[in-house]
């Protein structure tokens, strides 16, 4: 009997020799490659400094960073079963979690170093014409960073979850809760947008929240790392006991 540990490396290794091989992490590389594209030209017409950065940053987490795991990962289980897979992968002496987990490392630990590499150049054209102001602004990038990779593994791990539920149309389930929940609840005046990520996200990286109508809410930064952190668990350990227990059909 194969162990998790086994299985989850062996499927992970399966899972990125296919992506790679396909046109979509291409796409992926480059809409990350947009910011620090947007950061040259900005910059050689004379905006520096922490504004470009942050502008650059809402690139990052309003579209990027919740969009690009949806892209990537919310098909993790339809397209076993739309190209008939599951039936020789479940039938293998592995735990059927190890399938989940092993595309959820093989798509998150590159998207996210990807992303990293992008708020880095992104931050470091930004500073190039006064390096001297770079030094003092190091902690805002660390922060910016923590929430980009924090941001990275919760949407992942929702966006397997979510489509390991809706595996007919699992995009768009994926999609339809970002809009509604990430860029709808997320950006009210109101203090229901706290169970938004993208909320907590913008507040880790010291980015401008929406306001609370009658109401001053400071949430610490701790806080604002956990809820990420414990959401995407969640979601990855859902979508592991989904696969686990699910019978699926033909189509």
């Known amino acids: 009997m194969i162990t998790l540990g086994q299985a989850t490396r062996i499927y992970a290794e399966m899972s990125w020799m296919r992506l790679r091989r396909g046109k979509m992490v291409w796409l992926c590389l480059a809409l990350l490659a947009l910011p620090v594209v947007i950061a040259g030209v900005l910059a050689a017409a004379g905006q520096w400094g922490r504004g470009l950065f942050d502008s650059l940053l809402e690139i990052q987490f309003r579209f990027l960073i919740p969009f690009l795991p949806a892209l990537l990962a919310s098909s993790a289980v339809a397209e076993e079963i739309e190209e008939r897979t599951f039936t020789f992968l479940f039938a293998r002496p592995a735990p059927r979690p190890s399938l989940v987990l092993g595309k959820y490392l093989a798509i998150a630990v590159p998207l996210a170093a990807a992303t990293a590499l992008s ?110 952190a414990v959401l995407g668990a969640l979601c990855l350990g859902g979508a592991a006991l989904s696969v686990k227990n699910a019978e699926y059909g033909g189509r």
Do not use: C, K
């Not at 169970?195 to 701790?222: D, G, K, M, Y």
């Open 119 to 228: 708020v880095a150049l992104s931050f470091a054209i930004s500073m190039a014409r006064f390096p001297s102001d770079a030094s003092a602004l190091v902690p805002h990038l660390l922060r910016a960073e923590a929430a980009a990779l924090l941001g990275v593994l919760a949407f992942t791990a929702l966006a397997i979850v979510i489509g390991a539920i809706f595996t007919r149309h699992p995009f768009v389930a994926v999609i339809g809760y970002l809009l509604i929940v990430e860029a709808g609840i997320g950006s009210l005046p109101i203090l229901l947008n706290l169970i938004a990520v993208s909320w907590h996200l913008r507040n880790l990286a010291e980015l401008p929240l929406p306001e609370i109508a009658f109401l001053t809410v400071q949430v610490p930064i701790w806080i604002s790392a956990l809820v990420p």
